[in-house]
């Protein structure tokens, strides 16, 4: 059996976080981290967080621009991961994570959720969309579509 796959949505107050199932056929949105003022406690938290859940590899969201360009969040971003790639040896690639908090967001209204609850799970449930995504790129590769 494979390790799990962990996926990070990472904004700069909160970080959702997804794992998949054992079998990396689907996400499963988890608990969202609370940012500290410390990037580098931050990044330790969820080098430690992406161990305790049995992680092969972690996926974290990249935030492009709608036309695909790179953003001053992308290089935030880009900048935490570096922290994040310094505290664990588990493997870390990028997702395009483009439209994955509207679509958490459409969903969660949809589901007749509060304004203030969306705000504490929104982050996991785009980490999840994240996390398909990659699944199901990786899972057309492995069968050759």
Known sequence: M????IAFDIGDKRIGIAASDPFNTFALPGETYFRTKD???????????AKEKGAGRIVCGLPLNFDGSESLQTEKTRRFVERLRQKTQIEIVFEDERFTTMEAERVLIS????REDRKKTIDSIAASYILEGYL?????????V
């Not at 494979?2 to 796959?5: C, D, T």
């Open 39 to 49: 990037a580098d406690a931050d990044a330790a938290a969820l080098a430690e967080i």
């Open 111 to 114: 589901g007749g959720v509060r």
């Open 136 to 144: 199901e790129r990786m899972n057309k590769s492995k069968k050759g």
């Open 2 to 5: 494979e390790k799990r796959i």
